[in-house]
C-alpha cells in the first residue's frame, strides 16, 4: 500500500467545473479563426495560453485579441467548486498529505478565481501556475515544480487530472496518477493503461506485457475510482496502489 506524502490538484475540471465553458470558449475562437483541427478546444487542454497562441496563431494582433477576450471571459464567468472537492482536500490534509494545486492558467486567472472563492487557496499549501514553468502539459515540468514545491520526491505524489495531456505530465513526472472523468469518459481515460503511445511503442516487449497486466488487474478498481464524486472518496487515499510510471 503506497503513502503518499503530496496530492498535486489540476485545477479546471478537477476542482472547478468549468471545462465545459473553457471548451465551448475555444471552439468559438477556432471556428472564428479557421483553424484546420475540429478537437481544436480538446487538444488544447492542459496548454498555458502563451503556448496557445503561439503555437496557434502567428499574427500579434490575433493574439493580443484572443488574450484580451479570454481575460475579459475568466472575470465575467462564476467558477463553481465541484461537490466534496476541498472536503477531500483537507482530509488529504489532516492525514499529513501536502497539497499543490497545479495549473495551466496565468495569476489574472487565479485572481479571479480567489475574488469569488477567498478561502480557497487556504486548502493548499502550495500553487504551480503557467508563470511557473516553461513547459505546458504534456511535459513533466508543471508536476515536477509541483512536487519540488511540495518538498517531496515526485514518486511519493499522487496527481488528480481529467485531461489526457495531464495526465501524461504527471506520468511523465514519475507520479501516480488518478484521471478524473468530469472532461473525458473513465474508459477513454483507462486507455492510457491499455493502448500503446507511440513512445510506448520503444519499450521492450516485456515492459509492454507488465503494462497490460497492470491495466487487467487495475482497470475495474480505477473505472469505480475515476466515476465516483469527491464526496466518495475521503477514504480514498488510504486504498490506492501506484501504477508505473512512464518512461
Known amino acids: ?41 480538446q487538444d488544447i487542454k492542459g496548454t498555458t495560453l502563451n503556448d496557445i497562441l503561439e503555437t496557434h496563431f502567428s499574427e500579434p494582433e490575433v493574439r493580443e485579441s ?9 472575470d465575467e464567468i462564476v ?10 482536500v483537507d482530509s488529504l490534509r ?35 501556475t503557467a508563470a511557473d514553468v516553461t513547459h505546458s502539459k504534456p511535459h513533466p515540468e508543471p508536476y515536477l515544480t509541483g512536487a519540488r514545491k511540495a518538498g517531496v520526491d515526485p514518486a511519493d ?27 473525458n469518459p473513465a474508459e477513454s481515460l483507462c486507455l492510457l493503461y491499455t493502448s500503446p503511445s507511440p513512445r510506448d511503442r ?6 509492454s506485457r507488465s503494462d ?15 466515476s465516483s464524486p469527491f464526496t466518495e472518496w475521503v477514504s480514498a487515499p488510504t486504498e490506492m496502489k501506484s501504477t508505473p510510471a512512464s518512461p
Open 66 to 74: 484572443i488574450n484580451r477576450l479570454l481575460h475579459q471571459f475568466e
Open 1 to 41: 500500500m503506497k503513502d503518499f506524502k503530496a496530492a498535486l490538484f489540476d485545477l479546471d475540471g478537477v476542482l472547478i467545473d468549468s471545462e465545459t465553458l473553457y471548451t465551448e470558449f475555444w471552439r468559438r475562437v477556432g471556428e472564428e479563426h479557421h483553424l484546420p483541427s475540429p478537437t481544436f478546444a
Open 202 to 207: 520503444t519499450r521492450s516487449r516485456r515492459e
Open 79 to 88: 467558477y463553481p467548486v465541484f461537490p466534496g472537492a476541498l472536503e477531500f
Open 94 to 128: 489532516d492525514r499529513g498529505v501536502r497539497t499543490v494545486i497545479v495549473t495551466s492558467s496565468d495569476n489574472q486567472k487565479m485572481e479571479y478565481l480567489f475574488a469569488q472563492h477567498p478561502d480557497f487557496q487556504e486548502h493548499f499549501d502550495a500553487l504551480v
Open 212 to 226: 497490460r497486466r497492470f491495466a487487467r488487474r487495475t482497470y475495474q478498481q480505477a473505472l469505480k475510482l475515476m
Open 157 to 183: 505524489c499522487v496527481v488528480f487530472e481529467d485531461s489526457f495531456q495531464g495526465l501524461e505530465s504527471g506520468r511523465r513526472a514519475g507520479a501516480f496518477v488518478v484521471g478524473i472523468a468530469t472532461t
